[in-house]
């Protein structure tokens, strides 16, 4: 017998003819692996487009065109649409937005109306914003900064 004819038998010994036709068809899969599936397919392939559509309805962009971009960009192309994302608008083009806004006792709200107007500060990074928000409706008016 030959050092090959030996192996042979060893492995033939330790697993028995049946063993392979049980490995070879196909295990059906539990609830919990098709469930477990699913939010891994969800979270990694959709979660981005279904946050970019949310967010660009919100901001008046193109929701389509987005949600195309995070599907084959995933969260690079949510990246890239929180980078290019504008904000209010400053305070120049508010006032050339709503000329009605600018009144002698000082800025008002274009939504509402009302002039009792609050500072927001916030610093993503390096770079400092101030936003103006209405406090009657919550509306963000316009960015000072
Ligand atoms: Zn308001």
């Known amino acids: 017998m030959s050092l090959l004819q030996r192996n042979v038998d060893c492995n033939s010994r330790r697993q028995p ?6 490995a070879s068809q196909p295990k ?6 098709i469930l477990g599936g699913l939010i891994t397919l969800f979270s990694i392939y959709f ?10 309805r919100k901001d008046g962009r193109s929701a389509l065109a987005w949600v195309v971009i995070c ?5 690079l192309g949510l990246l890239a649409y929180f980078l290019t994302r504008g904000g209010p ?28 107007i609050r500072v927001w500060r916030e610093q ?8 103006h928000i209405c406090n009657h409706c919550g509306k963000t008016l316009y960015r000072s900064m």
């Open 47 to 56: 979660a981005p487009a279904v946050i970019a559509f949310y967010f660009a």
């Open 17 to 22: 003819a049946t063993w392979a036709k049980i």
């Open 89 to 116: 608008p400053t305070r120049e083009r508010y006032v050339e937005a709503h000329p009605g806004c600018l009144t002698p006792r000082g800025m008002s709200c274009y939504h509402c109306g009302s002039q009792s």
């Open 71 to 75: 599907v084959f960009a995933n969260y």
């Open 28 to 33: 059906p899969l539990n609830r919990r692996e």
């Open 124 to 131: 993503a990074f390096v770079k400092v914003r101030q936003y």
